[in-house]
């Protein structure tokens, strides 16, 4: 399958000008002639192979200045990789120049106020680990190799998202690089129109360069893991889940899915190459009392593997890396849903067992919570009455001679669930889906909002390949 280019190739550079930006950077660029060039253009998802004029590796504030203006002075596509991790590949064009964040990872921890500074460049597992050290967390994510910058600017989902809030919840302030070249700070107190767009808005303002979090203390371990079972008990196992749920503290976080079991321990070999429902979850509060909590998702069905209990943090965020290694080719359909009644529950497990690829997996994420209570217009993040998350993830390796079918599969597995659907969906799960479906992440007022500060920032949208927010005139 081709991915439709999303940036067409920029006007031949001047090399001179080439030249002088260059001795400018205090980082690297790479050009189509050097041997890292093909290692430094890819991305995680590897559907994606685009081929930038440039690629500028960013080790300061200034690098990153210098590149937005040589790009706004010689017309070409900007592309922002941080960690490149979107599904989309927005982290890389065709043609243009990709403002490459990576060695940027730099992380100030203050435990005293519970605060911590960290760099564009960093991934998640790069934060957890500075901050546990100090059995301190900022709510983030659930792959440790995901970048912090697009996970932050979209929203933030993770583990710890019902107890304290997304990460633009826990968001202070954050440092761009604008349009124009500018350094600007936003906060509650600085720019704050501005910092109400970025939580939430993705990275249409700018070129995020330092993030500011609070952090809050859950030791270093909590109770957390995966059990699995047999697919004969899903929807007992779901319908139960569902209800223990709806009175479980928001300490709990759950993730319920269906995915085939690989050939391995600790999967039972009975279950190999066989599609599992299994539940991943996290209790981070007193292991005692998560004890008792997660004893009550245990009281329906056998399990065949039961892997929950006390485990470091920075384990719990690794979990899953394995399940979604660079490389493999990823597409993906998501959406929220206000309820879980049984009949969506069907229609989600009648769409889930039939995967065209064993690398392939559908989800179920609990809402509410922390997220719930925040107000609906405190930041630019939607849709917090949801009270699950679907996500249908296709993957595949790059040679299946039929990728259009993975497409599909995930396409219907969408529509299956549309009926209960709410119409919205969280920003960083989207791919390339168009204009419409950018809109839908957001409520009418919160996208007019956006757009005219779009229009402020960015009028020229020199920022456009994202989950395009337009500028308003």
């Not at 967390?137 to 304290?164: E, F, N, Y």
């Not at 995966?226 to 479980?248: G, I, K, N, S």
């Amino acid at each position: 399958m081709v991915v439709q280019d999303v940036a067409a190739p920029g006007a031949a550079l001047d090399e001179i000008a080439v030249g002088a930006f260059e001795a400018a950077l205090e980082g690297s660029l790479i050009r189509p002639e050097d041997g890292v060039y093909d290692a430094a253009r890819r991305v995680w998802n590897g559907m994606i192979d685009r081929r930038p004029a440039l690629i500028a590796c960013c080790a300061t504030v200034a690098d990153v200045q210098a590149a937005v203006t040589f790009a706004r002075e010689h017309d070409l596509v900007v592309a922002v990789r941080g960690g490149g991790h979107n599904v989309a590949g927005f982290g890389t064009c065709n043609g243009g120049l990709v403002i490459d964040l990576s060695p940027m990872k730099g992380i100030v921890v203050d435990p005293g106020a519970r605060t911590a500074r960290a760099e564009p460049g960093c991934l998640l597992g790069d934060l957890d680990r500075a901050t546990q050290v100090y059995g301190l967390a900022v709510p983030a994510g659930q792959i440790s190799h995901t970048g912090i910058a697009g996970l932050t600017l979209g929203g933030g989902m993770g583990w710890l998202m019902r107890k304290h809030g997304l990460t633009v919840d826990n968001l202070l302030a954050v440092e761009l690089v604008t349009a124009d070249g500018a350094l600007v700070r936003a906060s509650a107190t600085e720019n704050a129109e501005l910092f109400w767009a970025v939580r939430g808005g993705g990275g249409n303002f700018g070129v995020a360069v330092a993030f500011e979090y609070r952090l809050h203390p859950i030791g270093q371990r909590v109770l957390g893991g995966m059990v699995v079972y047999p697919l004969e008990q899903a929807r007992e196992v779901l319908r139960h889940c569902r209800t223990a749920m709806e009175e479980a503290p928001d300490e709990l976080g759950l993730v319920a899915m269906v995915l085939t079991a690989p050939p391995m321990a600790p999967f039972p070999e009975a279950l190999w190459g066989r599609a599992v429902f299994a539940l991943a979850l996290c209790y981070a509060g007193d292991l005692a009392e998560g004890e008792r909590v997660v004893g009550r998702l245990r009281e329906v069905g056998a399990p065949a593997v039961d892997l929950v209990g006390p485990m470091p943090y920075v384990a719990l965020q690794a979990m899953s890396d394995a399940a979604v290694p660079h490389g493999r080719h990823y597409w993906e359909k998501a959406g929220y849903l206000a309820a879980l009644p049984d009949a969506a529950i069907d229609a989600f497990l009648t769409r889930a067992v039939d995967p065209t690829s064993p690398f392939s997996m559908v989800q179920l994420q609990t809402m509410g919570g922390a997220v719930g209570r925040v107000g609906e217009g405190a930041t630019a993040f939607a849709h917090r009455d949801a009270a699950w998350t679907f996500t249908a993830v296709a993957a595949w390796p790059g040679e299946d001679p039929e990728p259009e079918r993975h497409v599909r599969w995930a396409g219907g597995f969408a529509r299956a669930l549309a009926p209960w659907s709410t119409g919205g969906v969280y920003v960083n799960a989207l791919g390339e889906e168009g204009a419409d479906r950018v809109r839908s992440a957001y409520r009418p007022a919160t996208y007019a909002r956006l757009a005219a500060i779009k229009g402020t920032y960015d009028p020229g949208n020199v920022f456009r390949l994202n989950q395009n927010i337009v500028p308003a005139v």
